[in-house]
């Protein structure tokens, strides 16, 4: 498998969940080599539900990209006494 972020090489690792409610608890994932991603099944089935908010939010808020700036104390210049 390759990696999502890098292409680089996913490897099997264990982790260590020292926060589960269950107490410490071992668990298997695939980590990047290259860049040291780490690819969770119970993350990967939340992302989706998170990329659905996010794409909402940012639709309601309004954009600024192609408005003009214009700043009054920095273009100001002053000359050495």
Not at 6 to 25: A, K, N, R, T, V
Not at 39 to 59: L, M, N, T
Request: hydrophobic share 35%.
């Amino acid at each position: 498998m390759t990696c999502v972020r890098c292409l680089g090489l996913m490897i099997e690792d264990q982790f260590l969940d020292l926060e589960s409610p269950y107490g410490q608890m071992w668990a298997t994932s695939l980590r990047c080599v290259n860049c040291g991603h780490v690819h969770d099944s119970v993350i990967e089935q939340h992302r989706p539900a998170r990329q659905e908010k996010d794409v909402a939010r940012s639709r309601s808020e309004p954009d600024y990209q192609d408005d003009e700036v214009h700043l009054g104390a920095e273009s100001l210049i002053r000359q050495a006494a």
